[in-house]
C-alpha cells in the first residue's frame, strides 16, 4: 500500500507562472517531510524539508505547504523557471517509527514552457 | 554530490550472472542506503546500513544482499541477476536516521538480457 502518493505523473506550467506539485500521505505518524529534483541521469538532489510542528517552510522560489489534517503537502515554485523542469519526488519519514527510512512517492515530472 | 561515488555508473549482464554494485562515500555517515528507481514506482529502498556490518532489509529486499565492512563503502549485490532486477540504481548516504535529508549518488544504470 502506497503510503506516499503524488497522483500527478506530469504538470505543464508557462515561464513566470507558478509550479504547484501535490503530495498526499496515509501514515499519520510521518513527521518529516521532504521534495527531491532530479534531472535526467543525475541523482536525486534534495529541495527543501518541513517538520510536522510547521505549515510552511519557505527557500527562496520555493515554499512548501504541509495541512496535516488532510495530510497533504505541496510545493509551490513562484516563478517557475526553465531550469526547474525536472522529476519532482515527495518523501516522508517518522522520527517516531525507529529505523523507517525515507519512503518516496513515484513523482511528478514538470516541464516549465518558456 | 556530497561525496558519493557509484560503480559502475553503466553496465549490461546477461540473466544469472552476479553482479556487485559499489557506493563509496567520503563523508564519514553512518547511514547508507540502496535504492531502485523504476518508471511508474519512484525510488524504492533495496537495504539499508546503519553501521559497519550493521544492515536492514526494505521494501524491495528480494534477490538482492548488502555488505557494509568499512564505513566508507556499502556494496549492493545480485547473487543471480533477473530481467525484472533491471533498473537504476541509487545510492544514498544520510548523518543522521531520521528527520534528516539523503544525499544521493548519481546511480548506477544496470541492463540484465
Known amino acids: 500500500d502506497q503510503q506516499v502518493k503524488q497522483n500527478s505523473p506530469s504538470l505543464s506550467v508557462q515561464e513566470g507562472r507558478i509550479s504547484i506539485l501535490n503530495c498526499d500521505y496515509t501514515?499519520?505518524?510521518?513527521?518529516?517531510f521532504l521534495w527531491y529534483k532530479k534531472y535526467p541521469a543525475e541523482g536525486p538532489t534534495f529541495l527543501i524539508s518541513?517538520?510536522?510542528?510547521?505549515d510552511k517552510n519557505e527557500d527562496g522560489r520555493f515554499t512548501v505547504f504541509l495541512n496535516k489534517s488532510a495530510k497533504h503537502l505541496s510545493l509551490h515554485i513562484v516563478p517557475s523557471q526553465p531550469g526547474d523542469s525536472a522529476v519532482y519526488f515527495c518523501?516522508?519519514?517518522?522520527?517516531?517509527?525507529?529505523?523507517?527510512?525515507?519512503?518516496f512517492g513515484k513523482g511528478t515530472r514538470l516541464s516549465v514552457i518558456a | 554530490d556530497a561525496g558519493i561515488t557509484q560503480s559502475p555508473r553503466h553496465k549490461v549482464t546477461e540473466t544469472g550472472t552476479p553482479v556487485t554494485l559499489r557506493c563509496h562515500q567520503t563523508?564519514?555517515?553512518?547511514?547508507m542506503y540502496w535504492y531502485r528507481q523504476d518508471p511508474g514506482h519512484g525510488l524504492r529502498l533495496i537495504h539499508y546500513?546503519?553501521?559497519?556490518?550493521?544492515?536492514d532489509k526494505g521494501e524491495v529486499s528480494d534477490g538482492y544482499s548488502v555488505s557494509r565492512s568499512k564505513t566508507e563503502d556499502f556494496l549492493l549485490t545480485l547473487e543471480s541477476a533477473t530481467s525484472s532486477q533491471t533498473s537504476v540504481y541509487f545510492c544514498?548516504?544520510?548523518?543522521?536516521?531520521?528527520?534528516?535529508?539523503?544525499?544521493f549518488g548519481n546511480g548506477t544504470r544496470l541492463t540484465v538480457t
Open positions: 544514498a548516504i544520510s548523518e543522521v536516521h531520521v528527520n534528516s535529508p539523503l544525499h
Open positions: 501514515n499519520s505518524m510521518f513527521d518529516y
Open positions: 518541513i517538520s510536522s510542528i510547521k
Open positions: 518523501a516522508a519519514s517518522s522520527s517516531s517509527s525507529g529505523n523507517t527510512p525515507l519512503v
Open positions: 563523508e564519514n555517515h553512518r547511514y
Open positions: 546500513s546503519y553501521g559497519v556490518k550493521d544492515t
